[in-house]
């Protein structure tokens, strides 16, 4: 690469150029950024990166990222208890959050079922999301929003989903979240208005 | 930023959004591609961040960053002992490197003369490149060139250097790479094949 440059400087270009969508060119100039900016804060930065599993835990409702056993949707009681919203990835709950169009709660699965990779409902957290639509104080939820991929495998699992919760109880309403995002594009990156006009417009399955 | 996730993430997301050319989105981006590869690897990475400064030295001949006390271009018995490529910043022979137009030796001057910014002649390494010049081992230079920014202070400091190198001998030739480069610019953005004409074409001062 820099054949030039010594080892420590090579290791971090080529750690950085890991990263989605960096290249050798922006990596370098990261690096070199990192090289003039204080020590302090490639310190700040270097522990930041060491310790980032350390404390995270997955809240025990929902799935996402938390600080400690429930994460700070899951513990806010101003939210919705009546709407459960569910998500492939904590990713997707950070770009509904922007929207501000949701104000209820949410249910991570971990991913999409997908024969071809071999994913079936026991790879993703089917069976974690029904005990919990089974439980007497989740009697609340009045109404499951699926916020899946417009993937073929995000459609195949709200179908599967449907399926599910429909034989739990029927009366929870099942809805989804408008087609409003372009088909075969991921939750997380549809822009803000898309994602919220897709929120307003969803249609009871 | 992400008001519903854990501090450690939100943390790194920031460290990241600083580097340049990094937003928000991208910054969270790469801290979840993070949170999904393994321990390993965010310990390798934390830890070259946080060892970056510790067994970087300067080379004590040209000043580009080096494992020891001379860099691997300094001690390189086949680059050509006669010429002498004056850069701006150690990135800048990055670039140059990369076009295989030049094979002799360099020296980073540290900035060039900004009168607007306070920097002046003894802020950067003008001092110690005439030192170097005026030694006896280096009687073998010929050629300087002069490969700094082709900006206002960039030219300023190529006719304050150009004055003082012919002051110490008029048997060394002064020249500047080519104006190929975009005026405005900075030698480590331009791209390889521009940089590499620039080289074949430079003039004698």
Chains 1, 2 share one sequence.
Do not use: W
């Amino acid at each position: 690469m820099h054949s030039s440059l010594p080892k420590s400087i090579q290791d971090l270009v080529e750690y950085f150029s890991r990263l989605p969508g960096i290249g050798p060119k922006s990596a370098t100039r990261h690096v070199f950024y990192l090289l003039q900016s204080s020590r302090y804060f490639q310190e700040q930065f270097g522990t930041a990166l060491l310790r980032l599993s350390d404390n995270i835990q997955h809240c025990k409702y929902c799935f996402h990222f938390a600080d400690e056993d429930v994460c700070s949707i899951c513990s806010n009681p101003k939210r919705e208890q009546e709407k459960l919203c569910i998500v492939e990835t904590s990713v997707d709950i950070l770009a509904i959050e922007k929207t501000n169009a949701f104000r209820g709660r949410y249910f991570v699965l971990g991913g999409v079922l997908s024969p071809m990779n071999g994913i079936g409902p026991q790879d993703i957290r089917i069976s974690s999301l029904l005990q919990i639509l089974e439980k007497s104080e989740t009697e609340a939820i009045q109404e499951i929003i699926l916020a899946l991929p417009s993937t073929m495998e995000g459609e195949a699992t709200a179908h599967y989903l449907f399926q599910k919760i429909s034989n739990l109880s029927d009366n929870k309403k099942i809805s989804r979240i408008a087609r409003g995002i372009p088909l075969g594009s991921e939750i997380q990156y549809a822009d803000e208005n898309t994602l919220a006009r897709a929120f307003e417009g969803r249609q009871i399955f």
